[in-house]
T-cell receptor, first 114, second 113 residues
């Protein structure tokens, strides 16, 4: 069964550094998402992406964040200048259709900002 | 703002006991409802979902959930749990024409063998 994959599984970085988290969505999916879960808190929506554009973003997704689909398979989340509070598990998800289709999640990248 | 409440953070059951995990949401419009499960060391997987039609939804591994619109609830049930059901369970909601999933805090279920 096709799966969403994410790399790396764990990323450690220094405060102020840029990080890029990578995701490979399921191949025939058209909608892509990033969520995060800070330890002990709820899974929170960050952004959705369709047709090479952001379709929806949360208030968390400020100018420090950006997303990109650089080629036909990868979907990336960049954090320009990491803060301590960016430490979290970041989940990528994809769906074939938008508008409430099932979202399939990757295993997550644990980001630790020191 | 949309929010989702899961009533129990930790539940411990013996094998063969019945399970009911509560989920309530706060949104007045049409919603789509999901239960996801995360087994230890694995990623979030869909258990079941409700979009429309029969409010009693059956999912994988013997789970079911009932949508009660008047109570804004979508409770998850299983008549007889197994040790392998030990996992964290998440209720999630999105609006009829939205992409964003709003998650509850999760319920950690431990089943004692």
């Amino acid at each position: 069964e096709p799966e969403v994959t994410q790399t790396p599984s764990h990323q450690v970085t220094q405060m102020g550094q840029e990080v890029i988290l990578r995701c490979v969505p399921i191949s025939n999916h058209l909608y892509f998402y990033w969520y995060r879960q800070i330890l002990g808190q709820k899974v929170e929506f960050l952004v959705s992406f369709y047709n090479n554009e952001i379709s929806e973003k949360s208030e968390i997704f400020d100018d420090q964040f950006s997303v990109e689909r650089p080629d036909g398979s990868n979907f990336t989340l960049k954090i320009r200048s990491t803060k301590l509070e960016d430490s979290a598990m970041y989940f990528c998800a994809s769906s074939r259709f938008g508008q409430s289709d099932t979202q399939y999640f990757g295993p997550g990248t644990r980001l630790t900002v020191l | 703002a949309q929010s989702v409440s899961q009533h129990n953070h930790h539940v411990i059951l013996s094998e063969a006991a019945s399970l009911e995990l509560g989920c309530n949401y706060s949104y007045g419009g049409t919603v789509n409802l999901f239960w996801y499960v995360q087994y230890p060391g694995q990623h979030l997987q869909l258990l079941l979902k409700y979009f429309s039609g029969d409010p009693l939804v059956k999912g994988i591994k013997g789970f079911e959930a009932e949508f009660i619109k008047s109570k804004f609830s979508f409770n998850l049930r299983k008549p007889s749990v197994q040790w392998s059901d030990t996992a964290e369970y998440f209720c999630a909601v999105n609006r009829e024409y939205g992409n964003k999933l709003v998650f509850g805090a999760g319920t950690i279920l431990r089943v004692k063998s």
